[in-house]
Every structure is written in C-alpha cells, then in structure tokens.
C-alpha cells in the first residue's frame, strides 16, 4: 500500500518534475537524468545509478514509483496475443492486452480499476468500479509490457477497462506523458482513446487537437436500443452524441471510428443498418463492426456472419465505410474484463480480502 502523503514521482511531466528537484536544491541538469529513469521503466529509486545517494534517499522518503506488476500472463496459441494481469501497489488488478501486427505491436490499456458505466455487454462493467488510474499506473502498463516481452510498443489503444474520459485529467497527462519525445516517444496519430460517449469531455478533446483517434462506442442506430444496452445515453442521448462527434471531426480534422458491437436480434437487422447510416453519413468516420463477446452474466450472443455481411453492404451502399474488427487472442479472452473478474472470484473462494 502505497503512503497517500508520497509524490507520484512518474507522474510528473519534465517541467513539474524540474520545479519540485529545483525545491529540494538539485542542479537542472539533474531533471532530464531522473526523467530519463522514470520513462524507461525503473521501479526503485536504487537503480538510478547516476543519481546521488543523498538524493536517492530523500526520494524514498518523499516520493514512489507506480509499477505494474505481472499478476497472470495467458498467450494466445492462435495468434501471440498476450493478455496481462497486471496489479498496483494497493492490491487493484487491471487487465491490458499486447497484439502483434505486421506495423508492429499494439497494447489496449486500462484507464480506471472496474467502471461506471455499466454497459450491458461488458465484463468490466459488470465487475464495478473501484477507482481511477493515475498517469504513471497507466504508462506502467505499457512499460512492463515491453520489458517482459523485449519488444517496442508502437501503437496504444485506450480501450481496456474503464472509460477513459471518466478520468480525464490524468489520461491527457499520460498522453502527454508517454507522446514526449524524451520517454517513450508514441505519437498522438498511434493513440486511439475509446468512449462510450461523455459528451462535454469529447468538446473538451477536439478543442486540444491532439491528432490521436477517437473511437465511440456507438452499438445502437436510436435511442430506444442504446437506452437498453448503454445507460449513459440516458445522459448523452445519441444525437448530442453525434453532434459532438461532428465537432471532433471537423476540429481535428481526424476520422472518427464508430465501434458498433453485432448483438444477435438486438441491433443487427437491416432496418438499424440503414438508421446508423442516415445518422453518420457526410461525417469523417469509419464502422467497425464487433461480434459481440460472450460474458458470463449476459444473454447477448454474436450476429450470424450473414447478419454482418448484410449490415456492412447496406452501410457501404450508403456511402459509410464499415470493416469487420479482426478478433486475437480468441482462445484467452482477451476482451477486457474476464481475466479480473476471474481472479476476484478465486480470491474470494479462497476466503482473501478483495478490498
């Protein structure tokens, strides 16, 4: 458990970071040596070689480290994928997932332990919420990734547990974060951030024209489906939604992806196909079409490969571009979610304390 009154150290930026070693006497060039460690991952303040030992022992003192550590590890035998476990000094598990692709390799992320919003197709959502993630616990994830796999990340997806806009001061610090060209030097057009639709925080987005993707999670043509299946939209009905997708759209001037996941009887007849696209149509954006994920608790099932084939013609006749989303990682679960709510359920079958 990590002492609330110690500094998150990592989640600093160079600036803030200089500031506070200025504080405590330290010579500027002192700022890029510690920032340098910080950014490549290092967990303890005794590893900072270069760094003197007076000051290493007012940072113990002072500050921590956020880590991710590894709690479970599954590798898909299809296709490489590895799905992770990973938990924090306080004992909350997220899960984030590494994918290779011929461009190089992408991890989908964790921005909040649980979620809010409650989403009837989702495993994370069913689980709860326990809290935010800060900056550092997200960069974390992408660090301790790389060093267990010996690879370079090139491409983050904000699209793991949580919602990202939920916790938006401290995703756009990690984005500032882990974007600077001194750290792990992602640049915003390899991020995507995904969201169910917190509308004023979209405007808040567009207006610091980042370049990075926005992906809604869309799933209904209307309001009487989304109501169903997504409470938000009870806040943000889907028309406020879109309006504010527009305003991304020509801000950025970044195409918007609409993540619409195929639920079987649900939002998957031609009638929704033709709706979704009269909504979309002259925006800058792209469908991509998700066989919904079987979750313990739901009775939601998969469209039938004829129901996706006749919904992304209707929307493609349309003038909308739609694509079915490639599945990895299908024999591990590597939809976020299931791992996390399996190792709470053998936490607690084993009489542990699960917070």
């Keep these: 458990m990590v002492n609330e009154k110690l500094v998150d150290i990592k989640s600093m930026n160079e600036e803030e970071l200089g500031i506070f070693l200025s504080g405590l006497g330290q010579p500027k060039f002192r700022t890029s040596q510690v920032f340098g460690w910080l950014q490549k991952g290092v967990k303890t303040f005794d590893k900072m070689t270069n760094i003197p030992a007076?000051?290493?022992?007012?940072?113990?003192?002072?500050?921590?480290?956020?880590?991710?550590?590894?709690?479970k590890k599954l590798i898909s035998a299809y296709d490489s994928t590895v799905k992770y476990l990973f938990?924090?000094?306080?004992?909350?598990?997220?899960?984030?997932?590494?994918?290779?692709?011929?461009?190089?390799?992408?991890?989908?992320?964790?921005?909040?332990?649980?979620?809010?919003?409650?989403c009837d197709f989702c495993a994370t959502g069913k689980g709860g919420f326990r809290r935010d993630l800060k900056a550092s616990e997200i960069l974390s994830q992408i660090q301790s990734a790389q060093e267990d796999n010996g690879i370079r990340i090139s491409n983050v997806v904000l699209m793991g547990m949580g919602e990202p806009l939920d916790n938006y001061e401290n995703v756009i610090r990690f984005l500032e974060l882990v974007s600077c060209e001194k750290g792990l030097n992602i640049g915003m057009r390899h991020i995507s951030l995904s969201t169910c639709g917190i509308v004023p925080r979209i405007y808040d987005l567009a207006d610091k024209k980042l370049q990075l993707t926005?992906?809604?999670?869309?799933?209904?043509?209307?309001?009487?489906?989304?109501?169903?299946?997504?409470?938000?939209?009870?806040?943000?009905?889907?028309?406020?939604?879109?309006?504010?997708?527009r305003y991304y759209a020509e801000k950025t001037g970044r195409r918007i992806s609409f993540e619409y996941a195929m639920i079987d009887g649900v939002n998957d007849s031609d009638d929704c196909a033709r709706e979704l696209a009269g909504r979309i149509r002259g925006?800058?954006?792209?469908?991509?079409?998700?066989?919904?994920?079987?979750?313990?608790?739901?009775?939601?099932?998969?469209?039938?490969s004829e129901r996706l084939k006749s919904f992304i013609a209707i929307l493609e006749k349309a003038g909308v571009t739609a694509t079915v989303r490639r599945t990895l990682g299908s024999d591990i679960n590597a939809s976020c979610g299931q791992l996390r709510s399996s190792a709470a359920k053998n936490k607690a079958a084993k009489g542990e304390n699960t917070g």
């Design 283 to 304: 925006m800058l954006s792209h469908v991509n079409l998700i066989p919904v994920n079987t979750v313990s608790g739901s009775s939601y099932r998969k469209s039938r």
């Design 87 to 118: 938990s924090f000094a306080d004992g909350e598990t997220v899960e984030s997932v590494v994918m290779k692709y011929h461009h190089g390799y992408t991890i989908c992320v964790s921005t909040q332990a649980g979620c809010k919003m409650g």
């Design 54 to 71: 007076g000051l290493r022992e007012i940072f113990v003192k002072t500050c921590y480290i956020s880590s991710a550590a590894i709690e």
């Design 214 to 245: 926005l992906s809604v999670s869309l799933h209904a043509p209307n309001d009487e489906i989304r109501n169903r299946t997504m409470p938000v939209n009870k806040r943000y009905p889907i028309g406020e939604l879109l309006r504010a997708c």
